[in-house]
């Protein structure tokens, strides 16, 4: 049974911080993984999406990496900025099973 | 910029009454998610659809719980009779395709279900 880890739960930076985010999976055997922010109160929005066969993704200061073999995700924000104060799930999806994990909660400091 | 709706956006409902939910998918999307969201945790997949036909819905509770998409496009899921514990988050995602590595979700802005 796929189980899917973040850590830190929660985390707390100044502005200007670069920081990362991690995301651990038991089953490797997955199609792809997606990096999710939600504010409170409110849906999820996509923020990458790494194929199975891909080992990064970057959309403006987000990276996010994924390495297979260790079970691992990272999403990487450089220069953090109060706006992107919110919750970050990643989830995994393998067969037809989408697993989430509980979030990291990211709080930047102006 | 195509989104997934949904609707209403809060509910509060008294324990064993009935609700229901409605979402319209990414126009031209075939899959349909209904996730449920316990504060401080991820979301749980509750059913997936592929065109009108169930793909998934183990973590379904079938004996209050319903979930259609009769025409293949917008789908609506019942609860019947409402607990206390199903007060959550309630969200429907959409999909391009239903399984491989081009599978994006997409997420509505949730319903949020309060049962007193």
């Known amino acids: 049974k796929q189980e899917v880890t973040q850590i830190p739960a929660a985390l707390s930076v100044p502005e200007g911080e670069n920081l990362v985010l991690n995301c651990s999976f038991t089953?490797?055997?997955?199609?792809?993984l997606q990096w999710f922010r939600q504010d409170p109160g409110k849906g999820l929005t996509s923020l990458l999406l790494?194929?199975?066969?891909?080992r990064e993704q970057t959309s403006g200061r987000l990276n996010a990496s994924l390495d297979k073999s260790s079970g691992r995700s990272t999403l990487y924000i450089a220069a953090s900025q109060p706006g992107d104060s919110a919750t970050y799930l990643c989830?995994?999806?393998?067969?037809?099973?989408?697993?989430f994990g509980a979030g990291t909660r990211l709080f930047v400091k102006a | 910029e195509a989104e997934v709706a949904q609707s209403p956006r809060y509910k509060i409902t008294e324990k064993s009454q009935a609700v229901a939910f409605w979402c319209d998918p990414i126009?031209?999307?075939?899959?349909l998610y209904w996730y449920r969201q316990i504060l401080g945790q991820g979301p749980e997949l509750l059913v997936q659809?592929?065109?009108?036909?169930?793909?998934?819905d183990s973590q379904l509770p079938k004996d209050r719980f319903s979930a259609e998409r009769l025409k293949g496009v917008d789908s609506t899921l019942k609860i019947q009779p409402a607990e206390l514990g199903d007060s959550a988050m309630y969200l429907c995602?959409?999909?391009?395709?239903?399984?491989?590595?081009?599978?994006?979700?997409?997420f509505g802005p949730g319903t949020r279900l309060t049962v007193l």
């Open positions: 089953d490797s055997a997955i199609y792809n």
């Open positions: 790494i194929q199975s066969s891909q």
């Open positions: 126009s031209g999307h075939a899959t």
């Open positions: 995602a959409s999909s391009l395709v239903s399984a491989g590595e081009y599978n994006e979700q997409f």
């Open positions: 659809f592929q065109d009108e036909s169930v793909v998934d």
């Open positions: 989830a995994v999806t393998g067969g037809f099973k989408t697993i």
